[in-house]
Nanobody
Framework: QVQLVESGGGLVQPGGSLRLSCAASGFTFSNYWMYWVRQGPGTGLEWVSDIKPGGGNPYDADSVKGRFTISRDNAKNTLYLQMNSLKPEDTALYYC????????????????????????????WGQGTQVTVSS
């Protein structure tokens, strides 16, 4: 069965850093687009970043651009999100998610166009890891 397990969240001060990890199993990780999304207090589901199967980061949300870096290690079946210069508005539950389909074609963001993502758009997602940015 598909399993995605996020870790690395915690309480940090503004300006601090965290690195989130997502351990994947039960599918051919290297063949799937992967995504980080988040839900903050009082907010809906938001894009954070995405990465194609072989690497590369074609999209970062404007709110995190220049501060967050998505990466993956296909040999370890692990997805990462390096989070620097954290702000209170980054406080959220962070999830990794996989695409419904394998292959290196268009990612989900481009496939769904202008509408916001929904959980059903993703193949699977993890339990989430909480990031709280506060002094």
């Amino acid at each position: 069965q598909v399993q995605l397990v996020e870790s690395g969240g915690g309480l940090v001060q503004p300006g601090g850093s965290l690195r989130l990890s997502c351990a994947a199993s039960g599918f051919t990780f290297s063949n799937y687009w992967m995504y980080w999304v988040r839900q903050g207090p009082g907010t809906g589901l938001e894009w954070v970043s995405d990465i194609k199967p072989g690497g590369g980061n074609p999209y970062d949300a404007d709110s995190v651009k220049g501060r967050f870096t998505i990466s993956r290690d296909n040999a370890k079946n692990t997805l990462y999100l390096q989070m620097n210069s954290l702000k209170p508005e980054d406080t959220a539950l962070y999830y990794c998610a996989k695409d419904r389909w394998g292959g290196s074609g268009l990612g989900l963001r481009r496939r769904i166009g202008a509408r916001q993502p929904a959980w059903a758009d993703f193949g699977s997602w993890g339990q989430g890891t909480q990031v709280t940015v506060s002094s």
